[in-house]
């Protein structure tokens, strides 16, 4: 089936620093969504891309739909304490299919 | 609105016992999904449904069974509980396609263990 490979699967960084993660697929896809999940929580919803190439903001986070439609990366900047969680990517192969395939996660840890 | 509910939150099982998962949404979504959590491998699709009286299986379907009889309730049953079962359980829900509405929102999830 289809699979999408998420990477760093760890990253350790200093509080005020910028974090960049990263989701690869064999296949197209033609929705990314990338969802964080905090302990003993669902995920929740950080930002859906919709149409190749766009580069979409919410707050300090940033995530682009790449061209190929088979990556997308998301970026942190000026991480907080309260960025520490686990980051999915998700990709819809139809527009609004029930199918989301999701990557293995990015667990990110702040040092203060 | 509460959202997505899950319960129960936490739940230990012996191999072969039968239990059911309950999940509720109050948004009016007509899709709903089961996901399994497992370390190191994401979130992984058992069943959707995409409206009361419709289901259809996901990626690892076996084991489980579901059924839709209502928009808001979709229930997760396992008949003989195996410890490969083990595993966090997350319910899902979201409009329609073509809404503009369509991402899907996550419940608190359930853990279960299954000795």
């Known amino acids: 089936g289809q699979q999408l490979n998420q990477s760093p699967q760890s990253m350790f960084i200093q509080e005020g620093e910028d974090v960049s993660m990263n989701c690869t697929s064999s296949?197209?896809?033609?929705?990314w969504l990338w969802y964080k999940q905090d302990p003993g929580e669902g995920p929740v919803l950080l930002i859906a891309?919709?149409?190749?190439?766009e580069l979409t903001s919410n707050g300090r986070l940033t995530a682009q739909f790449g061209i190929t439609r088979k990556d997308s990366f998301l970026n942190i900047s000026a991480s907080i304490p309260s960025d520490v969680g686990i980051y999915f990517c998700?990709?819809?192969?139809?527009?609004?299919?029930?199918?989301?395939?999701f990557g293995q996660g990015t667990r990110l840890t702040i040092n203060p | 609105n509460a959202g997505v509910t899950q319960t129960p939150k936490f739940q230990v099982l012996k191999t072969g016992q039968s239990m059911t998962l309950q999940c509720a949404q109050d948004?009016?979504?007509?899709?709903m999904s089961w996901y399994r959590q497992d370390p190191g491998m994401g979130l992984r699709l058992i069943h959707y449904?995409?409206?009361?009286?419709?289901?259809d299986q996901g990626e690892v379907p076996n084991g489980y069974n579901v059924s839709r009889s209502t928009t808001e309730d979709f229930p997760l049953r396992l008949l003989s509980a195996a410890p490969s079962q083990t595993s966090v359980y997350f319910c899902?829900?979201?409009?329609?396609?073509?809404?503009?509405?369509?991402?899907?929102?996550f419940g608190p999830g359930t853990r279960l263990t299954v000795l």
């Open positions: 296949s197209i896809f033609n929705t």
């Open positions: 948004m009016n979504h007509e899709y």
């Open positions: 899902a829900s979201s409009y329609s396609p073509g809404t503009g509405l369509d991402t899907q929102y």
């Open positions: 891309l919709y149409k190749a190439g």
């Open positions: 998700a990709g819809q192969a139809l527009r609004g299919a029930q199918k989301l395939v």
């Open positions: 449904s995409v409206g009361a009286g419709i289901t």
